[in-house]
């Protein structure tokens, strides 16, 4: 699933403030708290990431495995019950930019079969967060 958030930031702010995985708890309303545990910034970084999923809270674990300075960065995050990607691209548009954000998440074990009903929570959550990510974007 995928959303695109416009915002009248520039393009290089909105990349560093979004690149920093441990800003989801600024603007992703799943993140409890995120902490990086390894790394700079850079491919190979690990976050420890506390979430909340349809009133269930659990642990996952990002790392950073691509990253593309001031255009793009992917993770992939992972614990026993589902394996998350998450891409954020951002690009130029007019006076500011546009914030491409797409995830998948792989549910594994018993929540593979849950699978079509969990969908419609995460598309919930995408949505809630593009709206949180274009307030936090609209402070930079």
């Known amino acids: 699933m995928q959303r695109n958030v416009p915002t009248a930031a520039p393009p290089a702010a ?13 603007w992703d309303p799943g993140t409890i708290r995120t902490v990086r545990t390894t790394g ?20 996952l674990t990002y790392e950073v495995i691509d990253l593309v300075p001031g255009r793009s960065i992917r ?7 589902l394996i998350a990607h998450d891409t954020i691209s951002v690009a130029e548009r007019g006076d500011g ?11 594994q074990g018993r929540l593979r079969w849950a699978e079509p009903l969990l969908r419609l929570g995460v598309r919930r959550l995408l949505d ?12 930079l």
């Open 14 to 26: 909105v990349f560093e403030y979004l690149a920093d995985f441990r800003n989801t708890e600024q």
């Open 40 to 59: 700079d910034g850079g491919v190979g970084t690990r976050y420890a990431n506390t979430s909340e999923f349809m009133g269930r809270t659990s642990e």
């Open 75 to 81: 993770l992939r995050g992972e614990n026993h019950a």
């Open 97 to 107: 930019s546009v914030v491409t954000y797409h995830v998948q998440f792989d549910f």
């Open 128 to 139: 809630k967060g593009a709206t949180s990510m274009s307030r936090a974007l609209a402070r």
